[in-house]
């Protein structure tokens, strides 16, 4: 049973472009979770979303920051006109269900602005 | 959400016993207390997590106080393999999603 999926592993974008972060959950889960991670800085909670909905998006940029996880395929969380600001590790997570016996993380996407 | 405290590092030796303290002062009723760690440059992963009553599963035990003010993260025999960032987590049931890390204790397991 594969885990949760990230890809790319590392992605460079130059300043302006657009960035697409794919996370294929564990199967069987339906609640995706993604998390922000700044250099030397500690996990910071993106946004919450289950098939076709977003439940929470609190912790998202209030710009230039978006999320969806459609019906088929993985979430994506994409970021246009990146900035150097926006490099990162990026984590996505999935449940089964809200709580329960905690989150599978995906290994991330390390997202560098030149 | 309540706030935790934990130390910012310690060392361990390995083979032996890891204690990791935690200190949620604030913690109310419908709060679970989670454990996660990070392995350098990976993602979270869970370890174990408690209401009331402690806790054990194969990677480490939670034992929670009587008062759930506080609670010690227990890995029975270190190795190195367990150096990470450990992170103790207060959830409550109305935002499951959103887990809020703080900066953890770093742990070094050394030989």
């Known amino acids: 049973n594969a885990g949760v999926m990230q890809n790319p592993r590392h992605l460079v974008r130059r300043r302006g472009q657009e960035a697409r972060l794919r996370c294929s959950p564990m199967?069987?889960?339906?609640?995706v979770y993604w998390y922000r991670q700044l250099p030397e800085e500690g996990l910071k909670f993106m946004v919450y979303?289950?098939?076709?909905?977003?439940?929470?998006e609190s912790g998202m940029p209030k710009e230039r920051f978006s999320a969806e996880f459609p019906k088929e395929g993985p979430s994506i969380l994409r970021i246009q006109q990146v900035v150097r600001g926006d490099s990162a590790a990026y984590f996505c997570?999935?449940?089964?269900?809200?709580?329960?016996?905690?989150?599978?993380f995906g290994s991330g996407t390390r997202l560098t602005v030149v | 959400d309540a706030k935790t405290t934990q130390p910012t590092s310690m060392d361990c030796a390995e083979g032996r016993a890891a204690n990791l303290p935690c200190n949620h002062s604030?913690?109310?009723?419908?709060?679970?207390v989670y454990w996660y760690r990070q392995i350098h440059s990976q993602g979270p992963q869970y370890i174990i997590h408690?209401?009331?009553n402690n806790e054990t599963n194969e990677m480490a035990s939670l034992i929670i106080t009587e008062d759930r003010k506080s609670s010690t993260l227990i890995l029975p025999h270190a190795t190195l393999r367990d150096t990470a960032v450990y992170y103790c987590?207060?959830?409550?049931?109305?935002?499951?999603?959103?887990?809020?890390f703080g900066a953890g204790t770093q742990v070094v397991v050394t030989p």
């Open positions: 997570a999935s449940s089964p269900e809200q709580g329960g016996y905690g989150y599978t």
């Open positions: 199967k069987g889960h339906s609640h």
């Open positions: 979303l289950q098939k076709e909905n977003i439940i929470d």
């Open positions: 604030t913690i109310s009723g419908n709060e679970y």
């Open positions: 408690g209401l009331k």
């Open positions: 987590i207060v959830v409550t049931t109305d935002s499951w999603g959103k887990l809020q």
